[in-house]
């Protein structure tokens, strides 16, 4: 899981810095992997040589709104929902969150390690038929 604690100014110019939390769990991971034509890691190795910006962002939107979630006041969950991460991209912190990920060198690197941790390790191979 991250936590990412974002500054931002809001669209009423007030200065805010508020926390948010980025989580993919194994499930969800193995689901990535096997609708995944090649699989996961596969596809970011491929991303990575080719350069291709639209796929690149296309990546980044789609890793950043799976992850997106609130906590639970008892911390218990990680909350998701479709309605929660399209809100978030409606903000100013959603635009810093994705400008640093394209532009800060180190960001994506950092921000793929701690929402998808060891993708090897993390999403077991597929049993053969």
């Known amino acids: 899981m991250l936590k990412k604690t974002i500054k931002y100014e809001d669209y009423n110019g007030v200065e805010r810095e508020e926390d ?3 989580n993919l769990t194994q499930s969800e991971l193995m ?3 096997m609708t995944t034509e090649g699989g996961l890691k596969n596809k970011l190795e491929r991303i990575a040589k080719k350069l291709d910006g639209p ?3 296309k990546f980044f939107k789609e890793i950043i709104l799976k992850s997106y979630c609130t906590m639970s006041a008892d911390g218990r969950r990680l909350i998701k929902s479709k309605e ?5 991209t409606q903000t100013p912190a959603y635009d810093k969150l994705f400008m640093e990920l394209l ?3 180190g960001a994506t690197d950092d921000f793929i390690k701690k929402v998808l941790p060891k993708i090897q390790e993390s999403v077991p ?3 053969a038929n």
């Not at 929660?84 to 978030?88: G, V």
Request: hydrophobic share 50%.
């Open 20 to 22: 948010f939390y980025f």
């Open 31 to 33: 689901e990535m992997e």
């Open 55 to 57: 796929e690149i962002m």
């Open 84 to 88: 929660a991460a399209e809100e978030f």
């Open 103 to 105: 532009t800060v060198e």
């Open 125 to 127: 191979a597929p049993p």
